[in-house]
C-alpha cells in the first residue's frame, strides 16, 4: 500500500486518510464501561415514572443498568460487535440521536479516561504540517461533541479536514455512503482514499467495496507504525 501512496503522491495526487476513532486512535476499556453507564442513565431518565418504571430515580437507574446488561448479553451471544459508544445498543433500545447526545454530555466524560498519546500526535502533526497533499477525516458513530472532545484530548482536532459522525450526516457505519460523502467533501477520488480502522466489516469491507483502500489495524500503536513509515517516504520523496 505504501509503495502506491508513493507513486501517487510522486505524481501530485491527493491523498485522504479515513480514521475511525473509537479503539482505532485511542483505547480505553473503562471509557467504554462509561458508555453503557451512560445510556442506562439516559434510559432512566426517558423512562422513570412511565409504564412499569419506578418513579424514583436511583431505582430507575439501577433498572436501566440490567436492561442494558441483558442487552449486551444478547448482542455477544449473536456474536454482535460493542461499539465502544454504545451507539448499538442506544438502536436497540430506541433512544433517539438527541436523547443519546443529551444523555452523553451529562454522564460521559473522555477526559478522565483518555491520555494524550505523544507519538500519535507528532505523527499526524508532522504529516499535516509538511504535505498539504494529505488530508484527514474521522469517521465514527459517537456524536459531533464526543468526537470533537475525543479528538482535542488527542491533541489532533485541529488537524482534520472532515469530521463525519452520525449526528450530522444521518449516515453510520458500515454504510459505504458515509465514506463517499467524506471523499466528494474533499474532492478526493475513491482510489486515493484509505479507511484505517479496527474492524473489518465495518470499517474496511465498505471501503473495498467502493474502490477505496483499507488498513486494518487494533488501535493506535498501529496507526502510529503505518504513520511512521509513511513519514520515511514522505522524506524520501522530498529529498528526489
Known amino acids: 500500500m505504501l509503495l502506491k501512496l508513493k507513486e501517487k503522491l510522486k505524481n501530485g495526487e491527493k491523498i485522504a486518510f479515513i480514521c475511525d476513532l473509537d ?15 451512560a445510556l442506562a442513565w439516559t434510559l432512566a431518565d426517558l423512562m422513570s415514572g412511565k409504564e412499569n418504571w419506578p418513579q424514583e430515580i436511583d431505582q430507575a437507574r439501577e433498572k436501566a443498568i440490567k436492561v442494558v446488561e441483558e442487552i449486551k448479553i444478547d448482542l455477544k ?24 447526545k443529551v444523555g452523553k454530555e451529562k454522564y460521559y466524560c473522555p477526559e478522565n479516561h483518555i491520555k494524550l498519546d505523544h507519538e500519535l500526535k507528532n505523527h499526524f502533526h508532522s504529516i499535516k ?5 494529505i488530508k484527514f477525516s474521522v469517521m465514527t458513530n459517537q456524536t459531533n461533541e464526543m468526537a470533537k472532545r475525543i479528538l482535542n484530548i488527542l491533541e489532533i482536532h485541529h488537524l482534520f479536514d472532515v469530521i463525519m459522525t452520525q449526528e450530522n450526516t444521518g449516515l453510520k457505519k458500515p454504510n459505504p455512503e ?36 483499507g488498513f486494518l489495524v487494533s488501535g493506535p500503536e498501529d496507526v502510529s507504525k503505518f504513520f511512521h513509515d509513511l513519514r520515511i517516504i514522505l522524506e524520501e520523496i522530498q529529498v528526489n
Open 77 to 100: 451471544n449473536s456474536g454482535k460487535y460493542l461499539s465502544p459508544g454504545a451507539s448499538d445498543i442506544r438502536e436497540v433500545l430506541g433512544i433517539h440521536i438527541h436523547d443519546y
Open 23 to 37: 479503539n482505532t486512535l485511542y483505547t480505553s476499556k473503562t471509557l467504554k464501561e462509561e458508555a453503557f453507564k
Open 129 to 133: 504540517e509538511k504535505h498539504p497533499l
Open 178 to 213: 458515509a465514506l463517499k460523502f467524506i471523499a466528494n467533501k474533499l474532492e478526493i477520488p475513491f482510489e486515493n482514499c484509505i479507511s484505517i480502522g479496527d474492524l473489518q466489516e465495518k470499517d474496511i469491507d465498505p471501503a473495498l467495496q467502493i474502490g477505496m483502500l
